[in-house]
């Protein structure tokens, strides 16, 4: 009889086909799993073997059956991983689905599912003694069910393909956890997700589940399985967790059915458990398993029959498993003492908080300005979905209000809603009597051409309990998102070296790189952030390494030399590491001082194949030499030593052996390091020269925006803009080295556009062009000047319809330059020579208060077809009307007053016009009266976590608030959007009551006050 529905077992990189047998897959989950972090994680292989030393002293002192009496419950909550299917559909499983599971989980850990035997050697059913429970609080202490519903659709790669195992398609493991992850000291995290490596589980093979011992890093920690296999019944889930109680597969130690595991001592070999006899892994060797629960005999086992401990264990790839055994059980008791069980043994999130406290759920979020989502225009972003929390139903009904600061600016960088709409937003949450159930906001972070660096967003919550119980928790009463920008601004070509990177304080002979032996092999681990201490601080292409030589006892070259560089997450060596880069490769002789004390050589060795090096990873560095024979003593070397942390891994090969060096094997570790120093090479940002280069982005007020095409070859910037311009394309239209006639002179063959999607004609800005040196055909920069055509097509330019700019220029790296110039309106922008004459070439417009007056003086270079100008003005800098009319009069230099009632800032601009009726804008221009001079004017402090703050006029730019202690100590400062004369400023979390002074920064001026608090 078949007690248990086992479609397929967890951890099993394999699946069944339609006549049970699996596909051919090598090897199996869990297994590689533990071996990567037994190899890769020194702390990991640390921590399994002060565990399995635990086990062996439990078991010496209790035995191997093990009676405890005493249930241990563990809390667990369980994250939903769904793609925006409704709950019930197939990756999105219900509560009672999920509820069920871990009731079904419970009663085969108790021993008491219908069917479940008692193992061989007797003492019954065998009741592991632990229970899982839903956790009923959140980790900022709200109330909950122990089921966290994810919306993951804005991962495209995990709608494709799910989580990775064994390939690299969707997320990986760690990312996928990184979205949703509750304390692991408290809760026991499982995630069910719509697939894992592309497979869903409803045909083919496929893998179910993974999960991790007690020991693994608290990122990984816990268990992932399938949601088509996340059902009452399938043994997938109480597989996974005997795992994450320590428990190995019964056949550990096989890989085929015709291995046996080592099992000389039942305690440290195989599965480590005494009372499951070894056994074979029942796979042949084309990889296809056998599921069928074996009889007879087992060759690995004396007496070799196979037995019920084996074949309908839990923990094997069988069919009929409906059984733990006694020293499994052990083991998992054992592993409640490692401290990722103990602490969640101890944890009381499977209680209510039993108050009506505020919090988030969590503390903090790592956001990244990428573009998953676009609303009905280009402006791209990404949503977040942020969540507050309260212990119990309130007594009144609670209205909490988000109060956001950071550095990042609202509106510019990010925005937030509370009811779902980013056009009529609200910062209000409401807790109702009678309910407990969590609320939740929206965060949107805006993908821009703005190489802002990283920033951050801070919401704290003004809580009023409505004369309630509610109130402000102490868990979670601040919530912080860290933005990473995807922007930087353009670079130039550079190399260099970095500095000595690992110290100079000891030196190496007995462990060095250039031992007294024939044949060598050693890596050592390079620190990324000692790199970056070095001087490289990002992404770059090494190109060489250096090492100081102190001195050199060696007699004969190192015959085939060589060097090979791997990236690694690794911090200490626990066994060579494959796939490096070769970057050298050669026959090397070292140069060093006669004798030791008298200095240090540099030995730079330029790599033949450079190494591009991500900026973040840490380096594993391999040298090897394959000498016939050994050659005298050892070069002794520069480096350090740090005591206790393993740092290089080396061979030991002599003469006698004929072992490559490069295939060597690890024989020692050592604490010592070398010193180096880096070659490396910043390649600088290409600028583009081709057609049908063209981008959009949404430009705001005063953001400083790149355009780069597909290729990512840099266009132009758009900078210092005086209004939000919305989606505005730009494009090169045309592309060429070689220049054009154009009136009097010449043009470039490079033209650009721009188009803006509203204020086409109003926008005052700084453009910014990009040119190769080819481009310029031979003239020398600072002879050209950038040109706006108002024509309406690449056709229809002409000296009629374009107008002149002051130009700067600048050298960009070695073959490139920029050229900026100031400009209102858009359209098409080229170079033009000095010899060009435009009917109107405009060098200065300047405004002037003079008594109560405004005093406008322009003048022009030159004059051509010339009617005249309109004066026009603005007191929002958006919207302007005619003032009045200046007729051209030949000497090119004009002056106007204005009168008329004048604003807090009054802007203003030339239309200037041709006799043909075309016309171009100047700059725009403003001036501050005496009744806009700014003002802070009150600063109260309500009740709350923040304060208001009043100024006369508004705030045109971006406000900076910092917070100051009376001695003058920075405690906190963040930015606030413009464009209002009202702010409600943040106090920092933890501020207690006295007297702090504020300081706001805006419009380029300060404003301090004192504050009580």
Not at 301 to 325: D, G, H, K, R, W
Not at 507 to 521: G, K, T
Request: with cysteine; charged share 10%.
């Amino acid at each position: 009889m078949r007690y248990f529905h086992f479609s397929v077992l967890a951890l099993f990189l394999i699946g069944f086909t339609q006549t049970g047998l699996a596909q051919a897959q090598s090897r199996c989950g869990f297994d590689k799993l533990n071996a990567d972090l037994l190899q890769n994680s020194p702390e990991y292989a640390a921590n399994m073997e002060q565990l399995e030393k635990s086990v062996a002293e439990y078991i010496k002192k209790n035995g191997t059956i093990i009676k405890k009496n005493a249930v241990t419950y563990i809390p667990v909550v369980v994250h939903v991983m769904h793609t925006g299917g409704a709950v019930g559909t197939i990756y999105n499983p219900t509560d009672a689905v999920i509820t069920n599971t871990i009731t079904y989980l419970n009663q085969v850990f108790a021993g008491t599912y219908p069917g479940m035997v008692a193992p061989v050697e007797g003492g019954g059913v065998v009741n592991m003694e632990i229970q899982f429970a839903l956790a009923q609080r959140t980790p900022g202490c709200a109330a909950t069910n122990g089921i966290d519903r994810v919306n993951c659709s804005a991962f495209a790669a995990y709608t494709a393909n799910g989580v990775n195992n064994s390939n690299t398609n969707g997320l990986s493991d760690v990312a996928l956890k990184d979205i949703s992850r509750w304390n692991p000291s408290e809760y026991y995290n499982i995630w069910v997700v719509n697939r894992i490596d592309g497979r869903d589980g409803t045909s083919g093979q496929f893998v179910a589940g993974y999960a991790y011992f007690a020991g693994a890093p608290a990122n990984l920690d816990g268990t992932v399985m399938l949601a088509t296999q996340f059902a009452p019944g399938n043994t997938v889930l109480p597989h996974e967790l005997g795992h994450a109680f320590n428990i190995f597969h019964p056949f550990e130690g096989s890989s085929l059915n015709t291995q046996c595991p080592s099992n000389s001592n039942c305690l440290n070999d195989g599965d480590r458990v005494c009372d499951t006899d070894p056994i074979s892994n029942n796979v042949n060797g084309s990889g296809i398993f056998d599921f069928s629960c074996r009889t007879g005999t087992n060759v690995c086992a004396s007496p070799n029959v196979f037995t019920q401990n084996t074949e309908q264990n839990i923990m094997s790839y069988t069919n009929c498993p409906n059984l733990f055994t006694n020293g499994q059980k052990t083991r998992a008791t054992a592993a409640l003492l490692a401290p990722s069980r103990s602490s969640l043994a101890n944890s009381n999130a499977d209680l209510p908080c039993g108050s009506a406290v505020v919090n988030f759920e969590n503390s903090s979020l790592a956001a990244a300005e990428v573009s998953t989502s676009t609303g009905s225009v280009c402006r791209s972003f990404t949503d977040y979905n942020v969540q507050v929390g309260i212990g119990q139903a309130p007594t009144a009904a609670a209205t909490v209000t988000l109060v956001p600061s950071g550095t990042a600016t609202i509106g510019l960088d990010y925005d937030f809603t509370t009811n779902g709409s980013f056009t009529t937003s609200s910062n209000i949450l409401m807790f109702p009597t009678g309910t407990a159930a969590p609320r939740s906001f929206t965060v949107r972070v805006y993908n821009d051409a703005v190489a802002d660096g990283a920033e951050n967003i801070i919401f704290n919550l003004n809580v009023n309990n409505g004369g309630g119980d509610a109130a402000l928790g102490t868990t979670f009463p601040s919530f912080t998102i860290s933005v990473t920008d995807n922007d930087a601004a353009p670079t130039v070509f550079s190399s260099g070296t970095t500095g000595n990177i690992g110290g100079t304080i000891t030196h190496i002979s007995s462990i060095a790189l250039f031992r007294v032996n024939a044949r060598h092999r050693a890596q050592f681990i390079v620190y990324a952030s000692d790199i970056q201490a070095a001087g490289l601080t990002g992404a770059s292409v090494l190109t060489s390494l250096q090492f100081l030589v102190s001195t050199k006892s060696s007699t004969q070259p190192y015959s085939g030399f060589t060097v090979s560089l791997g990236h690694t997450t690794a911090t200490q060596p626990a066994n060579f590491a494959s796939g490096l880069t070769e970057v050298f490769s050669g026959n090397y002789t070292t140069t060093g001082t006669p004798s030791p004390g008298t200095g240090n050589t540099a030995n730079t060795v330029n790599f033949t194949n450079n190494f591009m090096w991500d900026g973040v990873s840490n380096i594993v560095v391999q040298f090897c030499y394959n000498n016939a024979t050994a050659g005298a003593v050892a070069d002794v070397v520069l480096g350090r030593s740090v005591a206790g942390v393993s740092r290089i891994i080396y061979s030991n090969n002599d003469g006698t052996t004929s072992t490559l060096g490069c295939a060597s094997n690890p024989v020692f570790l050592s604490s010592f390091s070398p010193t180096v120093t880096f070659g490396y090479q910043i390649p600088g940002t290409i600028v583009a020269s081709g057609g049908a280069s063209t981008n959009t982005q949404y430009l705001q007020t005063g953001s400083t925006d790149y355009y780069y095409n597909a290729a990512n070859e840099l266009m132009l910037q758009v900078s210092g803009i005086n209004q939000t311009l919305g989606c505005t394309q730009a494009s090169i239209a045309q592309a060429g080295n070689d220049w054009v006639a154009f009136g009097t002179g010449q043009r470039s063959g490079k033209v650009f556009e721009v188009n803006p999607s509203s204020n086409q004609t109003t926008a005052a800005y700084t453009l910014g062009l990009y040119y190769q040196t080819a481009e310029l055909d031979g003239f020398v920069p600072n002879t050209l000047a950038i040109a706006k055509s108002n024509a309406s097509s690449l056709a229809n330019i002409s000296p009629a319809n374009t107008f002149k700019a002051a130009t700067t220029t600048q050298l960009f790296g070695t073959g490139a330059h920029r050229f900026n110039a100031n400009f209102t309106g858009f359209s098409y922008f080229f170079l033009v020579d000095n010899s060009v004459i435009l009917p109107v070439n405009l060098l200065s417009f300047e405004a002037a208060l003079v008594g109560n007056k405004v005093v406008l003086n322009w003048q022009t270079a030159q004059e051509t077809n010339n009617k005249g100008f309109y004066v026009e003005k603005s007191s929002d800098g958006i919207s302007f009307s005619p003032l009045g009319f200046v007729a051209a009069n030949g000497n090119g230099k004009y002056i106007y007053s204005d009168f008329g009632a004048l604003t807090a800032t009054n802007y203003y601009r030339l239309k200037q016009v041709d006799l043909d009726g075309n016309y171009t804008y100047s700059k725009v221009v403003f001036i501050e009266t005496p009744i806009g001079i700014q003002q802070l004017v009150n600063v109260s402090v309500p009740a709350g976590n923040f304060l208001n703050a009043t100024f006369k006029n508004k705030v045109k730019g971006p406000l900076t608030a910092t917070w100051y202690s009376i001695d003058g100590r920075v405690l906190a400062s963040n930015k606030l959007g413009g464009n209002t004369n009202s702010f409600r400023v943040g106090l920092p979390s933890a501020m207690a009551s006295g007297v702090y002074v504020l300081r706001l920064t805006a419009d380029g001026k300060s404003y301090s006050t004192k504050v009580v608090k």
